[in-house]
């Protein structure tokens, strides 16, 4: 939150300048950047930043793009930065109403060229360290202790026999999505396999789940859920954009679902190795497939500690929609599929979005020492008690 409030204090009034550079009134201005974050899910905090600005910038406008830009730099690449993007375009098209091409090539360019350098800061995301890379051993230990932990993994929740697609990780089969499919069973869920063999990340699987999904939809008359493990999230992804209609929601665990023509990953040789050609013949109609945010509720599960992919590749926008969520957990990229947090998480906002309901990022009180969200609170909370000078009467 405390990013939030020092990039969007500046933001807020860079997309203000815009419309009163357009004519607007400074307190119409403020009404139309607005109604533009109604979906924020920090709409609240943006609102009172608004309601703040009380000067006329519009003549430093450029001071504000340049200012906007440098925090952008400073706080490093976001997926989050697209909210800004979409922002600036929604207010540039209200504004273009009554105005000539000529009048709106200044505002337009002001658009772009807050478009172009965010791209550039976000191709600077490094790959995983060494140190993240090493400690992917780590699955091989998540995935013996996962025979002795499953037995008391909670089952509370129960589904009505809602279908769930299951597509692998990239080199894995439907294997490596076993004990996921287990748990989702025992909770009443209708699990499919993706019935390919192995996942080698290629275009040509999406006209077979494509057809798929059809079948399940058919079957079952109602939408259907899907999820993707790394280069499986990938397809979860592309179809939930090509048919939003069909598909209920996606959960990514630790996939690349942006930027991924400029991905870094320590793992190229081995990538270039199966796919028997250099990473740079991609499919780019196929990759540029991933870049929209599918029209359906969003889950992405990943790691910080991830030594595959960069984290930051695997999380969605969650401030462009209040349906996206970013869940962290602890654990190995490789590990994942056999991760007691991941398997609770796939379950809990399965059945979470199904029902329309909100929940907090973990269930029980036990579950939430699971996560990393739980012990970064316990550590404010605990340097907050510690800083309070206690009053003397």
Known sequence: MEEIQILYRIFTRLATALGVLNGLSLKDAKELVCQQIKDHPFEKEVKILINNINTDEHEIIEQLLEETILICEELGSSRNYITLEKILEQIAMSLSNGHSKEEQKYTNSIVNRFRKEITIINKKIPQPPL???IMETRSLLEWSSIYCLYPFIPKRMISKGRPVLLIPPYLGDDYSTSFVRKYLKSLGFKTYKWDLGFNMVKSHYIPRLEEKLHDIYQEHNEKVSIVGWS??????????????????QILTIGSPIWGVMDMKTPVYGLLEFFRGKSLKERNERFLAE???????????????????VPWKHCIEANTSRKDIKNIEVFGSHTGMGANVSVLLVTANMLSANIQGKKIRDVGSNIERFLYPNFWNKVRKTFKTKKTVTPVVK
């Open 231 to 248: 280069g499986g999230g990938i397809f979860a992804k592309i179809i939930a954009n090509r048919h939003p209609d069909q598909v209920e």
């Open 290 to 308: 991933l870049e929209p945010i599918p029209k359906v509720p969003v889950t992405c599960i990943y790691t910080k500690t991830d030594g595959l």
């Open 131 to 133: 140190f993240n890379m």
